[in-house]
């Protein structure tokens, strides 16, 4: 467990609400991007594309990190998803009572795409962002500082 944060509204980057925020939302950038990469859907083959939350720096769970994505998101803020209302193939996966964590859909079938699918081997499209063949990849800019939970994946440099 990581200790209670005491102090709220200072660092808070002008989110100086009262709520527990760094708790809540353990992640958070002000260099993020959405990341974007064609996939093809494993039940019907279409092609469409894939995005995930990628951080330039950052700090995850008080840690400070560079060049790493966020996988199997389960909770974004207010500015964050309004900024991913752009793009409605990626929501819950559940309903209303069990929203689960957020994932790609296919926009012609419905399925969902997993984000191990995405992040976890070196062949996964968005394993290696910073290295990978920029072409393959677009990066879009969120604005503003962007607050998240979910997994934090990075590789580490030799
Ligand atoms: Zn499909």
Redo the contacts with the bound molecule.
């Keep these: 467990m990581s200790p209670i944060l005491e102090s709220r509204g200072e660092d808070d980057h002008g989110f100086a609400t009262g709520e527990p925020e760094d708790e809540q939302f353990p992640i958070y950038s002000d260099d993020a991007y959405v990341a974007i990469a064609p996939v093809a859907?494993r039940?019907?083959f279409?092609r469409f594309d894939a995005i995930c939350i990628f951080c330039r720096s950052g700090t995850a769970f008080e840690q400070e990190l560079d060049n790493f994505t966020v996988a199997n998101v389960h909770g974004v803020d207010e500015s964050l998803a309004q900024q991913l209302a752009l793009w409605p193939t990626y929501r819950w996966l559940g309903c209303t009572d069990g929203p689960g964590d957020w994932a790609n859909h296919?926009p012609?079938?419905?399925?969902p795409y997993d984000d191990e699918l995405l992040h976890d081997e070196p062949e996964d499209p968005f394993f290696d962002i910073p290295n990978a063949e920029s072409a393959a990849i677009r990066l879009v800019r969120l604005k503003g500082i962007i607050r998240l939970s979910g997994d934090e994946h990075y590789t580490i440099e030799e």
């Design positions: 859907c039940s019907c279409h296919c012609s079938c419905g399925a």
